[in-house]
């Protein structure tokens, strides 16, 4: 298991080098600049070749990328050019923001999928079955910002049921401990804050959860139907097992294998998702900020940010992997 750990691990060296030197190149070859941004379109060309070259832009590409790297390599992601911080400062200030998002998304997505898709394969056929898999069609097809501005529309404006924008209450004097806003009015007991917090997130995780929901639920249906076919399954219905146990031990426990790759798969792309979401819901995340910093044409927070990300998401597959051997004994990781 450590081997396997560790080989995976080595194996993120290649792809984070060959994820910077794509996305360095990409973002230098895009129109305009940090100039422009500062500037505008009224800047002179003198201002702009000025700026360009206290930002070392105007050196050859390969020299940028290897200072690029000479700092990474010694931790250092750069400063933001809009903001003047360090682009890790900036990260780590707006992570927790996106995690809680991503977090009780996948709780939706996970807590409902799971079992919508285990009874539709129970009650394949039926009203059930076609209502579950029309609403997986349904949620897959509809474009995240589009189910989004709906669930403000219906439960923020016209119900007010759930806050519009934000992460938390202005108005709140809530105390900072983790960055988590939910789990900071949980340890310092300011439930108020914690209440807070969580309305602020149903929204936004509801419609960030929309695909990976659908997705879950027609994966967790198709195994279950595939395993409920199994030999052992019928063996372990002549046997007279009862059906608790045989929907726990031979089932779902047998199912589960390609429902984790999935989940493993779709943490990462709630990620990226959470950029549209966070959008559209005024959420102070890091998805935010890298639209902020496209418009600026921020060099330092794109490519630190998104290799991050690729950190991040590099690390949940491998977690994914080891999780095989819980799941199914059958399983060993060598």
């Given at each position: 298991?450590?081997?396997?750990?560790?080989?995976?691990?080595?194996?993120?060296i290649?792809?984070?080098?060959?994820?910077?030197?794509?996305?360095?190149i990409?973002?230098?070859?895009?129109?305009?600049?940090?100039?422009?941004?500062?500037l505008g379109?009224?800047?002179?060309?003198?201002?702009?070749?000025?700026?360009?070259?206290?930002?070392?832009?105007?050196?050859?590409?390969?020299?940028?990328?290897?200072?690029?790297?000479?700092?990474?390599?010694?931790?250092?992601?750069?400063?933001?050019?809009?903001?003047?911080?360090?682009?890790?400062?900036?990260f780590?200030?707006?992570?927790?923001?996106?995690?809680?998002?991503?977090?009780?998304?996948?709780?939706?997505?996970?807590?409902?999928?799971?079992?919508?898709?285990?009874?539709?394969?129970?009650?394949?056929?039926?009203?059930?079955?076609?209502?579950?898999?029309?609403?997986?069609?349904?949620?897959?097809?509809?474009?995240?910002?589009?189910?989004?501005?709906?669930?403000?529309?219906?439960?923020?404006?016209?119900?007010?049921?759930?806050?519009?924008?934000?992460?938390?209450?202005?108005?709140?004097?809530?105390?900072?401990?983790?960055?988590?806003?939910?789990?900071?009015?949980?340890?310092?007991?300011?439930?108020?804050a914690?209440?807070?917090?969580?309305?602020?997130?149903?929204?936004?995780?509801?419609?960030?959860?929309?695909?990976?929901?659908?997705?879950?639920?027609?994966?967790?249906?198709?195994s279950?139907?595939?395993?409920?076919?199994?030999?052992?399954?019928?063996?372990?219905?002549?046997?007279?097992?009862?059906?608790?146990?045989?929907?726990?031990?031979?089932?779902?426990?047998n199912?589960?294998?390609?429902?984790?790759?999935?989940?493993?798969?779709?943490?990462?792309?709630?990620?990226?998702?959470?950029?549209?979401?966070?959008?559209?819901?005024?959420f102070?995340?890091?998805?935010?900020f890298?639209?902020?910093?496209?418009?600026?044409?921020?060099?330092?927070?794109?490519?630190?940010?998104?290799?991050?990300?690729?950190?991040v998401?590099?690390?949940?597959?491998?977690?994914?992997?080891?999780?095989?051997?819980?799941?199914?004994?059958?399983?060993?990781?060598?």
């Amino acid at each position: 298991m450590f081997r396997f750990i560790v080989r995976r691990l080595l194996q993120v060296i290649p792809t984070l080098f060959g994820l910077s030197l794509l996305l360095f190149i990409w973002l230098h070859r895009l129109p305009g600049g940090p100039e422009t941004a500062i500037l505008g379109e009224r800047g002179t060309p003198e201002l702009r070749a000025r700026i360009r070259h206290d930002m070392g832009l105007d050196e050859p590409i390969w020299v940028q990328y290897g200072k690029f790297m000479k700092r990474v390599l010694s931790g250092d992601l750069g400063t933001s050019i809009s903001t003047k911080r360090p682009v890790t400062t900036e990260f780590l200030e707006r992570f927790p923001g996106t995690i809680e998002l991503t977090v009780v998304a996948l709780i939706f997505a996970i807590g409902l999928g799971i079992p919508l898709g285990y009874l539709a394969a129970r009650r394949r056929g039926s009203w059930i079955d076609s209502v579950t898999v029309g609403v997986g069609l349904l949620g897959i097809c509809t474009p995240v910002f589009f189910l989004g501005y709906i669930y403000k529309q219906v439960f923020a404006v016209n119900l007010g049921w759930f806050p519009t924008t934000g992460r938390q209450d202005v108005t709140i004097d809530a105390t900072r401990v983790t960055g988590f806003f939910v789990l900071d009015g949980i340890l310092t007991r300011e439930w108020d804050a914690s209440i807070d917090a969580f309305m602020h997130l149903v929204l936004p995780a509801l419609t960030l959860a929309s695909i990976p929901l659908a997705v879950v639920m027609r994966i967790t249906r198709a195994s279950v139907l595939e395993v409920m076919q199994e030999d052992f399954v019928r063996t372990a219905e002549s046997k007279g097992l009862t059906r608790k146990v045989i929907r726990g031990r031979h089932i779902m426990r047998n199912a589960m294998l390609p429902v984790a790759t999935t989940i493993g798969l779709l943490t990462g792309s709630l990620l990226s998702g959470a950029v549209l979401t966070e959008t559209v819901f005024a959420f102070s995340g890091v998805g935010s900020f890298i639209v902020e910093a496209i418009d600026r044409r921020d060099y330092p927070v794109l490519m630190g940010f998104i290799m991050l990300f690729a950190l991040v998401y590099v690390l949940i597959n491998l977690i994914v992997d080891v999780s095989y051997t819980f799941i199914d004994p059958r399983v060993r990781v060598r």
